[in-house]
């Protein structure tokens, strides 16, 4: 049943969406051309035929030496009508941004903070783009395979104390 | 007589007061901010105007760790992610490295798995359980939960070894057989649990500061729900029923006869009445394993991916060489990607594995239940009550080791 | 007419049509088989193991080598070809190639083949591999993993022969391991032109001995240790150091000799533990001498890790507190005939640029004379008489740089007079120490040095330096070929690459130089070498750890193993995050 909402997708966007594959396990997943991720998502959502109401899981993997490098993953589930859909949208590091699909799911929020902190990739129309696990100052991407495993930080000055009323970081203060 | 109001009030309790929204910080160290989260929350009186969110305190890196280590080395870390509820966990990420070797696993092993997990589950429950009524004033109920608690984690020890972290699956199947006798003590220990569980249902339900306190705060309509990624209870409890046991059944949960509760009003009351009830329904499900779990093997017979017996590994060149290829090398995953989910006590615990052949994760990453959950709250708690925050924060169960991986 | 067929010839017998001859090639001058149903196009000759890795089918193989003649007697190579003679299984290793044959290596007899062949040398290996060196590297063991699989059926005891038995100074073999495959004594007899090894014995009790009373004692020894492919020949050097899935490889040099074989280099956190050599058909084909094999302890004892000031004991400073001060004490020399720069040869070419900057143009000298270790052995097969691994390179610098070279005697008959007061030491390294002391009485010797000879200890200032481990760099050998060598670890305690210290120098002398890594430095200096280096590009060393394609991904280093654990910093890393993660000097 999901992969009738592969071949959907194909019609509606044949232009924005490529290479539709069975995964292992029987997976229905296929990728996306980067600007259009936002369309594909809302019709996604909206179409009472896809429903994908639930927030999807957005993950994104550093693929080091290949191009282009990073990949950003959707992995969209409907609760009503009991499929899953994966998507997997390629981003090239010198256009390290994606449409944000937080406008169309709020729950997508910290997914696409998680990949900014980790990976660096930008999701303009985010409404709070900052970083999420790691403090502010940090330097780097962790996740990013060229980051070691065992990093060292920059020495950063102590905040002073009256920061600590007015909100997390000077990204937060309001 | 029209006297000039404004420049002389009649007395000074008829003036306005000034007012200044007070910006308060809770945590990271604070009993009710469960794991370390910081939640700074701006007040205009009693109301929250506005909460941020501030984590990474307890984040350790589990994504980078495991792929640094083989992949039977990730059971430990994924036993820290939620370890309240650690066998769940195992379970989620040996299904997706399996799903990704399309490895079968012999079916004493599914049904092992599932006791674990259910009996997790049911600490997990529990420990909520406990800390929400700790933290609305009720200390027995946090006592009597703990007690229940303990006693499953006694019968957890003598499975696998720990309370807590049980690195209990490994890829294949899992790492130990049940003991001679543990189905009936886990029985005995169950009736226990039940009495306990009833004792804290009475203690709750019909308590009128409960009530007050989780009726209608912390309300999440299903819609909402459904938006902010919500799973398991706290979506089931705005009237969803999702339950990824029923909906896409994975190891033995399809042979399994329980039912799936769905609240109504998607508030704190709800939320705890979801976990009651799922109590009871695991206990169910425990039972009824016990009665239909078969003798066999364990795990798998596979040997690209399972050690051989202890014996050929001391006395054989064979089972030495096998044994230390698997060990320093690690099993060799196919290359690919998959998307593995399971029904951990909160929600959809989903695990993204991207291996690229060699004998570490190329990449893992983790759906935690418990983060779109906490991500909401800014969002659910805007407009409401201080005092609501706290069985809020309570309900929706984050554990700081999964959100915060 | 009875005269009539008394005088007819009888017809010449009838002679049967000649059958037909085989048909053309399909391509002409080459030879096309199928090898798993892919066709392969090959040169006449080519083995089928050959012709199998161009398409990328590996077979597996103990005994075969390519450098080695075949002896085809490990039979795990055998594979199905139809123009096997009675239809059996042949050895890959040996049969070449044959126009429109059809050869299969994964059909099931194959497969039930090699599993047989690894049950049978399994059968007497002892169970050895928590306690072999070879383990993480062992054929053996990769060869089981991958086509075999089944436990042992062995119910008698193991044959059992001698464990410990010393070849020779650098060679010690594990008879009970060996599977006499025969690649070492191959290699002894052929390519090492010096056969101290054959097989004893027959049956199950075959080993691999040196002559009676003779030790195997060639310079050549220890490739043996490469080529045996379980962990019967181990060094005696590596014995028990570490194992292998800790270390990781870094593509280096031998700085043993002129001729630069290439070599990985075994590290594992700051200490190398030893070399091995890396395949260059032009340098070193897929060998090393023993002389360049144990010359990575250098990089590791008698180290100079501190600046000092003052002979002897002297007293301990920051490095960049003795840097200035050897500037202090080097500036009013400049310009001038009292001082003297000496470089050596050991240096890499990227030491050598950085230090000719300030020679030429803080120091002003138009002379620079030329130290080294002096020479040693020559053969005719890898070993140069010249010591030094860079020589050539010097003298393509003192060329762009118009210095003039001059042979280190004259450094210390000039000294012995007096005519020169101080002198600057890139390297330590002279031909002659015992010309050391005289050093003594110079007032100022800044001496940069990554090991302690006899002659730092006659240094006014003691610079510490880093070897060609602890940095990205260049030799050039004694053809003139430019080779790459990349940093296995962080220039260790306070020590710095010789360029780095030359640099550093240099900009308290006045110079507006500031590189930060060595490849800024020969983009900038390079250039004035002007095409002396050819078609050599600087970054011609591929990153260790880049990972290219998509999927399959290669996990592991350039020689295909586990990275093992690795602590420094990936080249990819981003400069400034690198330098910011550099520790404090």
């Known amino acids: 049943m999901s992969k009738a909402v592969i071949a959907a997708l194909l019609e509606r966007f044949p232009d924005a969406v490529y290479q539709p594959y069975v995964g292992v396990g029987g997976d229905a997943c296929a990728f996306v051309q980067k600007d259009r991720i936002a369309d594909v998502c809302r019709f996604l959502r909206d179409d009472p035929a896809m429903d994908f109401k639930m927030a999807p899981y957005v993950t994104a993997v550093d693929y080091l030496g290949a191009n282009p490098r990073f990949e950003v993953v959707y992995n969209l589930v409907s609760t009503s009508k009991n499929h899953r859909v994966r998507l997997r949208v390629k981003v090239p590091e010198a256009e390290l941004s994606v449409p944000s699909i937080t406008p169309i799911w709020r729950g997508a929020d910290w997914f696409e903070r998680y990949c900014l902190d980790m990976y660096g990739i930008q999701f303009p129309g985010h409404p709070d783009p900052r970083r999420l696990l790691m403090y502010d100052e940090f330097v780097g991407h962790p996740l990013r395979k060229d980051y070691p495993l065992k990093g060292r930080q920059p020495i950063i000055p102590e905040r002073e104390i009256d920061d600590l009323f007015r909100g997390p970081g000077p990204a937060g203060r309001s | ?405 | 007419m009875a005269e009539n067929n008394a005088n007819v010839p009888s017809a010449p017998p009838a002679v049967a049509p000649k059958p037909p001859g085989p048909p053309p090639p399909k391509n002409p001058g080459m030879v096309t088989c199928t090898i798993d149903g892919r066709e392969v196009i090959s040169k006449p000759g080519t083995s089928v193991i050959e012709a199998a890795k161009t398409i990328g089918v590996e077979i597996p193989y103990y005994c075969y080598h390519k450098r080695l003649s075949i002896a085809a007697n490990c039979r795990m190579c055998l594979v199905e070809m139809t123009n096997a003679p009675g239809g059996k299984l042949m050895p890959a290793c040996q049969m070449p190639v044959a126009e429109g044959v059809a050869v299969q290596t994964q059909s099931n007899r194959v497969l039930d083949q090699r599993r047989a062949t690894l049950e049978f040398l399994l059968l007497n290996h002892p169970v050895d591999c928590a306690i072999c060196d070879q383990a993480g590297e062992c054929k053996l063991q990769d060869y089981y993993f991958q086509h075999d699989l089944k436990p042992s059926r062995l119910d008698v005891p193991k044959v059992e022969k001698e464990k410990r038995v010393v070849l020779g100074p650098l060679v010690v073999l594990d008879q009970e391991r060996c599977i006499l495959c025969t690649r070492c004594v191959r290699f002894m007899s052929e390519v090492a032109k010096n056969p101290q090894l054959g097989v004893a014995e027959r049956g199950n009790q075959s080993t691999i001995v040196t002559f009676p009373g003779k030790p195997l004692d060639s310079k050549y020894s220890g490739n043996v240790v490469d080529l045996c492919p379980v962990g019967a020949l181990t060094s005696r050097e590596f014995r028990f150091a570490g194992r292998v899935w800790f270390m990781s490889s870094a593509q280096s040099l031998c700085t043993g000799c002129a001729r630069g074989c290439n070599t990985f280099l075994d590290y594992m956190s700051e200490s190398t533990y030893r070399y091995r050599p890396r395949e260059n058909e032009a340098v070193n084909q897929e060998w090393m001498c023993d002389d360049g094999r144990l010359s990575y302890k250098s990089l590791n004892v008698d180290r100079v890790l501190a600046a000092r000031e003052g002979r002897g004991e002297g007293k301990a400073l920051p490095r960049q507190e003795a840097v200035t001060r050897a500037a202090e004490v080097l500036k009013p020399l400049a310009q001038s005939k009292k001082l003297a720069a000496l470089f050596s040869p050991v240096a890499s070419l990227e030491d050598l640029l950085s230090a000719a900057v300030v020679v030429k143009e803080a120091l002003g000298l138009t002379r620079v004379y030329v130290g080294g270790r002096p020479d040693g052995w020559q053969d005719d097969l890898l070993k140069r008489a010249d010591e030094n691994p860079n020589r050539k390179g010097l003298e393509l610098v003192a060329q762009a740089f118009g210095l003039e070279l001059r042979p280190f005697s004259e450094l210390a008959s000039a000294v012995a007079a007096g005519s020169v007061k101080g002198v600057w030491a890139v390297g330590a390294e002279v031909p002659d120490l015992a010309q050391a002391p005289g050093f003594g009485k110079l007032e100022a010797f800044v001496c940069q040095a990554y090991g302690t000879n006899a002659l730092t200890p006659q240094a006014t200032l003691l610079l510490p330096a880093a070897p060609h481990s602890e940095m990205d760099g260049t030799f050039v050998n004694f053809e003139g070929r430019a080779q790459r060598f990349e940093l296995a670890y962080w220039p260790r305690g306070a020590s710095r690459p010789h360029w780095a210290l030359a640099a550093e120098l240099g900009a308290a002398l006045g110079l507006g130089y500031r590189w930060q890594t060595s490849r800024e430095l020969f983009e900038e200096l390079g250039k004035r070498l002007s095409g002396a280096l050819g078609d050599f590009q600087w970054d011609s060393l591929p990153s260790v750890g880049k990972r290219s394609g998509l999927t399959p991904l290669q996990a592991g280093t350039v020689d295909g193993r586990l990275p093992g654990y690795r602590e420094r910093v990936a080249p990819e890393v981003s400069e400034d995050a690198r330098l910011a993660l550099v520790r404090n000097p």
């Open chain 2, 1 to 405: 007589m029209q006297s000039n109001d404004r420049q002389m009030p009649a007395s000074d309790l008829d003036a306005p007061m000034p007012s200044k929204r007070m910006v308060l910080n809770m945590g990271p160290s604070h009993p009710a901010m469960h794991g370390v989260t910081r939640a700074v929350v701006e007040l205009d009186g009693e109301s929250i105007v506005q909460m941020k969110l501030d984590i990474g305190f307890l984040h350790r890196g589990f994504e980078k760790s495991c792929e640094s280590v083989t992949w039977n080395q990730c059971f430990p870390y994924t036993d820290r992610l939620n370890y309240v509820s650690a066998i769940m966990n195992n379970v989620g990420f040996a299904l997706a490295v399996e799903k990704l070797c399309q490895l079968e696993i012999p079916e004493r092993a599914s049904w092992l798995r599932v006791i674990g997990s259910e009996v997790h589950r049911i600490c997990d429950h529990l420990t909520l359980i406990g800390a929400m009524g700790m933290e609305l004033g009720a200390m027995t109920v946090f006592l009597y939960a703990i007690e229940a608690r303990d006693l499953l984690w006694d019968r957890l020890t003598e499975l696998c070894g720990a309370r807590l972290t049980s690195s209990y699956c490994r890829i294949g199947g899992v790492a130990r057989d049940m003991p001679e006798g543990w189905d009936q003590k886990v029985i005995q220990s169950l009736d226990r649990v039940a009495e306990l569980r009833e004792e804290i249902n009475g203690l709750l339900a019909r308590n009128r500061i409960f009530m007050d306190r989780t009726q209608g705060t912390g309300v999440v309509t299903r819609e909402q729900a459904l938006e902010f990624g919500f799973a398991g209870p706290c979506l089931r409890a705005s009237g969803e029923p999702w339950d990824l046991r029923k909906a896409s059944p994975y190891l033995v949960y399809d042979r399994l006869d329980f039912d799936i509760p769905v609240g109504a009003n998607g508030d704190n009351f709800d939320r705890y009445m979801m976990r009651i009830e799922e109590l009871r329904q695991s206990d169910r499900i425990l039972r009824q394993c016990f009665q239909k779990i078969g003798p066999g093997e364990i795990i798998a017979s596979d040997p690209r991916y399972v050690l051989p017996p202890k014996p050929e590994v001391y006395g054989t060149i064979e089972g030495v060489m096998h044994h230390f290829k698997i060990v320093m090398e690690g099993i060799k995953v196919p290359a690919g990607e998959a998307y593995s989910y399971t029904e951990a006590a909160n929600g959809e615990l989903g695990f993204y594995v991207v291996s690229d052949g060699g004998g570490r994760p190329y990449k893992l990453g983790l759906r935690a239940p418990g983060w779109p959950m906490t991500a909401s709250l800014p969002h659910i708690m805007k407009g409401k009550l201080l005092a609501d925050l706290i069985p809020t924060f309570d309900s929706i169960n984050m554990i700081g080791g999964e959100v915060e991986q």
